[in-house]
């Protein structure tokens, strides 16, 4: 899948839908966030394959490339069939927890292979694979592991709050200051204060809200896509 499809299916989702938006569960009169549990119906609708989320304290073995330890802290493994598919993840955050069913989802969505287990990785692992990737123009192709990646982050971090999300960032950015004894200012490393803003404004993992500021390759030709296909900002 390229840049392009991979970004109308996920406008597809959110339209046909009628939005995925929902209450956010620590400030119901003023936040929202994208619903996961409406992007898994529109899964089992599209795909017609019903999905189960698991909570697997223990990950089930498997074979092929993933090697997995007894000991290893696994982020997300989803077992895809004809007319199902079961998603299993350890007990993780709020945020963390969302991000990996909507990841997995989109491997239920556009699986590699039917019957098989896809996705066994660390949590520490898997932000540093997604910022390997290199994407260089809308139609390149994705590898498979990257496109849930950023399939789930067009889906909970939506083009038509892009401009407000930028626009927190940079005011976000502008408080993230401490004022030493000498009364100078030291910013606070990477924007840090930033992105955790934003990782609770929108429920999603902060190393994620991260990867999609620093990778300035495929927010420039996400624009350039959205734009292209008329997408409105809010």
């Known amino acids: 899948m390229n840049v ?15 939005g995925l938006w929902s209450v956010h569960p620590d400030d119901p009169q003023n936040g929202r ?26 990950m089930p073995e498997c074979t092929g490339d993933a090697h997995l330890r007894s000991d290893t802290y696994i982020f997300g493994h989803v077992f895809v069939y004809e007319k199902s598919a079961e998603i299993h993840i ?8 969302r991000f990996a069913i909507a990841k997995e989802l989109a491997h239920v969505w556009f699986p590699d292979k039917i019957d098989a287990a896809t996705t066994a990785i660390t949590l520490a692992d898997l932000a540093k694979t997604a910022a390997s990737y290199n994407v260089h123009k809308a139609t390149d192709e994705i590898p498979t592991e990257a496109m849930g990646i950023y ?3 067009e889906i909970l ?3 038509e709050i892009r401009g407000e999300l930028h626009d927190f960032y940079d005011r976000a950015r502008v408080s993230s200051y401490k004022i030493n004894p000498d009364l100078s200012q030291a910013k606070i490393s990477a924007g ?3 992105l955790r803003k934003i990782a609770l404004k ?9 990867l999609y500021f620093l990778d300035e390759e495929y927010l420039k030709i996400s624009a350039e896509v959205h734009i292209r296909r008329g997408d409105k900002l809010k």
């Open 4 to 18: 392009e499809s991979l970004i109308g299916n996920a406008q597809a989702a959110l339209t046909e839908m009628g």
């Open 192 to 194: 840090e204060n930033a």
């Open 202 to 210: 929108y429920l999603i993992p902060v190393q994620f809200v991260e």
């Open 151 to 153: 399939l789930a982050l």
């Open 33 to 58: 966030i994208i619903s996961v549990r409406k992007f898994r119906d529109y899964i089992e609708k599209k795909t017609g394959r019903r999905a189960i989320v698991r909570i697997a304290p223990a």
């Open 157 to 159: 971090m939506p083009w």
């Open 90 to 97: 350890p007990r993780m955050n709020r945020c963390w927890h």
